[in-house]
């Protein structure tokens, strides 16, 4: 039983006494639970929009490209989105070990209903995902931190290097594995095999689950009966007017998908705007920390350009692998969605080289700013998606290119991850307001929802005309360009109201 009492984390991290490479066994658990799981998503999400728009007769649901493609970034938005409200779970009423449990057997739940052939479940199944993805992604990176004693523990970064090994293991096998069995013998074979994935990360994760530190059972800020009431009542009250809302709408004969999209994506944006303009009018922050908090907008602004691009890997990306790559290379076939396994297996390959290349550089006086970091993976991913303008040129008329093409997107899309993504968590640390310490982190995902509800209306508003266009990458590519070379001429200043942060 999870224990609301700080006096519960007494209890030693690895009961056992036993290791997992140097570091506490709970590590085990956490890389195998997390392996699985990623496991589960990432190879459902390389079907995800193939299955979309293959026609029914493929035993597809034949949505148009541009939707599907909105469909899907919505999807990503919210698993994101919901890792705010996942880790508030967390601290307020189950703690972190529970909420992981219930995570990973609602998304185990959502997988099996994406495996039945109809419509309805579907996207029962992929909200389903969304929300355990949300409970479970918010607290076991937490739980990780919790094995090691404190923050200054010399093994602590290392274990967290080894949990994302896991991750990126799971990421790069799936496409390979539920691709393959996905594409080419049965869609919904395909999604019963993520399932399997995440009940042998659930199971994984319950039989190991001594092997944690009590500190994950702790409910740090539990809620009290009032607060309870209240927010079940408000939540009750919401969900009954949105439940009439779309019952109306259903039973009138005009509900289209675009009704759940449009809405979904503009919270999705008007979230993040809402809590920084709450952030910034909070009269308990003092000078310095309102300069850093203009100066984290920039960066924050910029991650949303970044993600805009970087998650149509699975949509946009995805439809020219399918249509208009050859499937072999060197003579050896296989299916478009192993090009999937391309970007996790690009960053276990480059990740310890930009680790080695950071030291270096910081060694030599010449280690380039955040801003400048962020400068960079901006102009990498425009420049990913003017490669792609020119595969799509070359693919005019029907012609089938290389799948060295996408294999260059995706290293160039990699390169600028790396020199954006692990600084962005570092810089959103050092940025935070004490106040705000426990909780920007949650604040820094939202750049990934932001950017993908953009890139959802982009792909509704413009439709299948020009989504997967020459015109379509050109343009976005052209933007994120811009707005690299924007930030670096104006390092400067952003520089200026981060104060002494660097």
């Excluded at 801003?371 to 595969?391: D, E, P, R």
């Excluded at 929802?449 to 953009?454: E, I, S």
């Amino acid at each position: 039983m999870a224990s609301t009492t700080l006096d519960a984390g007494l209890r030693p991290a690895s009961p056992s006494g036993k290791t997992f490479l140097g570091h506490p066994r709970g590590l085990a658990t956490l890389f195998m639970s997390e392996m699985w799981e990623r496991f589960s998503y990432y190879g459902m999400r390389a079907l995800l929009v193939l299955y979309m728009t293959a026609s029914v007769a493929e035993g597809g649901l034949g949505m148009k490209a541009a939707v599907a493609a909105a469909v899907y970034s919505v999807y990503t938005a919210m698993v994101y989105l919901l890792a705010l409200p996942g880790g508030w779970i967390a601290d307020r009423f189950l703690g972190a070990r529970k909420t992981v449990a219930v995570g990973g057997s609602i998304i185990m739940i959502g997988h099996f209903l994406l495996a039945i052939p109809a419509g309805v479940s579907f996207f029962v199944g992929l909200a389903f995902i969304a929300i355990g993805s949300g409970l479970l992604k918010a607290n076991i990176s937490t739980m990780v931190g919790h094995l090691y004693d404190g923050p200054n523990d010399p093994r602590r970064d290392g274990g967290f290097t080894i949990f994302y090994m896991g991750i990126n293991l799971g990421a790069f096998a799936a496409p390979l594995v539920i691709g393959t069995v996905g594409q080419s013998v049965n869609w919904h074979l395909g999604f019963a095999l993520a399932g399997v994935g995440m009940a042998l990360g659930l199971g994984q994760f319950l039989l190991g689950t001594r092997h944690l530190s009590a500190k994950s059972d702790v409910v740090t800020s539990p809620i009290s009966a009032a607060e309870k009431s209240a927010i079940f009542k408000k939540a009750g009250l919401w969900l009954a007017v949105a439940t009439v809302f779309y019952a109306v709408v259903a039973l009138t004969g005009h509900f289209t998908i675009n009704w759940a999209i449009w809405p979904l994506s503009i919270a999705g944006i008007a979230i993040p705007v809402f809590v920084f303009a709450k952030v910034k009018r909070d009269k308990d922050l003092d000078e310095t920390e309102q300069s850093r908090m203009s100066g984290y907008i920039w960066f924050f602004v910029a991650a949303a350009v970044f993600w805009m691009i970087y998650d149509q890997s699975g949509s946009t990306l995805s439809i020219f692998a399918d249509e208009n790559t050859a499937s072999t290379l060197f003579g050896f076939n296989f299916p478009s969605t192993w090009f999937q396994s391309l970007n996790p297996l690009y960053i276990m390959a480059l990740a310890p080289v930009f680790a080695w290349l950071w030291v270096a550089l910081s060694r030599k006086g010449k280690n380039p700013s955040t801003t400048m970091k962020f400068a960079f993976g901006l102009l990498m991913i425009g420049a990913s998606f003017l490669v792609m303008m020119m595969a799509m040129a070359a693919a005019a008329g029907g012609t089938k290119v290389t799948p060295l093409w996408l294999a260059l997107v995706y290293l160039v899309q990699t390169v600028g991850e790396l020199t954006l993504s692990p600084v962005g968590l570092s810089v959103t640390t050092k940025l935070a307001p004490a106040k705000y310490a426990s909780q920007m982190m949650g604040v820094w995902f939202l750049a990934v929802t932001a950017g993908d509800c953009v890139a959802a209306i982009f792909q509704l508003v413009l439709g299948d005309k020009v989504v997967g266009s020459t015109g379509y990458f050109a343009v976005q590519g052209a933007m994120a360009i811009v707005a690299g070379i924007g930030l670096a001429l104006y390092r400067k200043k952003v520089v200026k109201l981060m104060g002494d942060v660097h």
